[in-house]
């Protein structure tokens, strides 16, 4: 059964705090990736992943960056986190072998900045 | 571009009642797919369908239809019979070809739909 798992649901930190977000998936997927969901503005791809230490900018990168080491874990980091980060943060992974690209979703993670 | 609208972003129904939600697609791909995926209250999107560009047939799964219609660039999704469980965020996505090397999807902004008893 495809899994994806984030290591937080909710999460609250401090303006200025470096900030953490893990995913791990255990479907070998080479795709990761991290969106931003805001009301009314749907998914936004933040950056993903398509191999170990291979990066690409999404439409929203600005505040954040990201690490790839293992095929199977894909973190997000915001340097400094600001409230305008507050959101639902969302990770997903996908095979580019599959011949539709489904994503699989994790459960989220709500990150409140305070 | 790449771009997919769901111009309803709310929409409140009560128990039984029909309902549709739209979705539209802009691509110049030739190939490419359409999903839809449910996010309720819990948070983790599920998916519902898949569709590709060259497979019009409209696809039934017991309370749940689509429509795709590529002469409108539409596909629309409706829920007959709709039920309280049926509440939650709806996204329409799309893939296109010039993405696929990496499996990107575009989505939608999201309808919210809530289904009163």
Redesign the interface.
Known sequence: DVKVTQSSRYLVKRTGEKVFLECVQDMDHENMFWYRQDPGLGLRLIYFSYDVKMKEKGDIPEGYSVSREKKERFSLILESASTNQTSMYLCASSSPSAADYEQYFGPGTRLTVT | AQKVT?AQ?EISVVEKEDVTLDCVYETRDTTY?L?W?KQPP????V?LI?R?SFDEQNEISGRYSWNFQKSTSSFNFTITASQVVDSAVY?CAL?GKRS??????I????TTLQVKP
């Open positions: 769901q972003t797919y999903f995926y819990s948070g983790e999107l998916f898949r590709n996204f893939s696929s090397n990496t499996g990107k999807l989505f939608g902004q999201g």
